[in-house]
């Protein structure tokens, strides 16, 4: 099985990342991180990739080297766009997967939300991470791990 997850790992959260990682290490799959710093971690099963910190480096160097039955764990909504449009597996950390229908949307709410923030009206939104939300992604990615697992066979 070769399947690599790739994590956009600057803003994903601890709870998300080790899980992965346990997770791998179980299914003997390659994890790599991608950040413009290094990303800490208790385990050493993956492979961290340090991007110059300009706009969309990190983001560029997963599109160029993503392959078909990989996964990609990241909240950048244009980075999943990018993804889904050369048909790459895309979850965010709170249990969404992204696809050609659904990616319209949330680039359309994301800009949005964007222009509300610039003209003084972005609403808060509370930067914490709880179980509820890591079971929601766990939800979400064991399926999607599981269609690419039963696509390659």
Not at 63 to 92: F, Y
Not at 100 to 106: A, L
Request: aromatic share 8%; net charge neutral.
């Amino acid at each position: 099985m070769n399947i690599t997850i790739w994590i956009d790992a600057d803003s994903c959260p601890k709870l998300v990342r080790e899980f992965v990682l346990k997770y791998a290490e179980n299914k003997n799959l390659s994890v790599i991180f991608v950040a413009n710093k290094e990303i800490p971690s208790s385990k050493s099963n993956f492979k961290m990739i340090i991007c110059p910190q300009e706009q969309d480096a990190a983001d560029d160097y997963i599109v160029n080297n993503v392959q078909e039955n990989d996964l990609v764990i990241t909240r950048d909504i244009p980075l999943a766009a990018r993804l889904v449009d050369k048909s790459i597996t895309t979850i965010n950390d709170r249990g969404r997967s992204s696809t050609k229908d659904s990616i319209k949307q949330k680039h359309s709410d994301r800009d949005f939300d964007l222009q509300l923030a610039q003209i003084g009206l972005g609403g808060f939104k509370p930067n914490t991470y709880d179980k509820k939300l890591l079971t929601k992604f766990i939800n979400c990615f064991d399926r999607e791990i599981t269609k690419i697992i039963h696509r390659e066979h």
